[in-house]
């Protein structure tokens, strides 16, 4: 019997059950700005791309999503997922609300620990301003590590860089410098308490 594509054939062993080798003391996180449309991500190498989708595809949109996150989960095994939770009242949230409970089953799936950021909590970290545009997100990731994203117009890969960072910033291993105040931000967010008590204790791995 053939193998669906992004699939695991039957019998055979999962490709999440042995941990990626890293360097002692790698923290591995996985930024992701969810979309039906474009999902922007940002690997634990830094790596960042859209996973875009067509309309007149539909609902089948999900299960390229999925693969694709699947796909980067069993690479990466990255020990946390920071994603960009859904704003409130926002008009698409219906749809971009499908594309959460696809991604956050891969992540219980793999068993990668997430934590939600809200947009305004992540701009206000990045530039120290809730209502901060994708121009002065992509300027203060510059400016911050001199990095640019190219064709990245939605502002995708940017915010799935941010989320990344936030997330190394919150566990005491920050990519760049940054102002005090702003890190103070990320306080806010609910961070797992199961992944922190590990990675304290050195079991993240």
Known sequence: MNAVPGLIAPG???PLAEPVASAEGEL???????????TGVCLPTGVTYRIKTRQKD???RLLVIRDRIRSALAEHRPHLAVVEDLPVH??????????????????LDADVPYALIVPATLKSYACDHGSADKARM??????AAGVEFEG?????????????AAGHDALG????????????????????EAFLQRYVLGAAS
């Open 152 to 164: 990245d117009k939605g502002g995708d890969q940017c915010d799935a860089w941010w989320l990344r």
């Open 58 to 60: 539909g609902d089948r």
């Open 138 to 143: 992509s300027a203060a990731a510059h400016l």
């Open 12 to 14: 055979a062993p999962s």
């Open 173 to 192: 291993d920050p990519l760049f410098s940054l102002p005090q105040a702003q890190r103070d931000r990320l306080r806010k967010v609910a961070w797992p």
């Open 90 to 107: 926002a008009m698409a949230a219906g749809r971009t609300g499908h594309v959460h409970g696809v991604v956050k089953a891969e992540l």
């Open 28 to 38: 591995r996180i996985i930024g992701l700005d969810l979309s039906l449309t474009s």
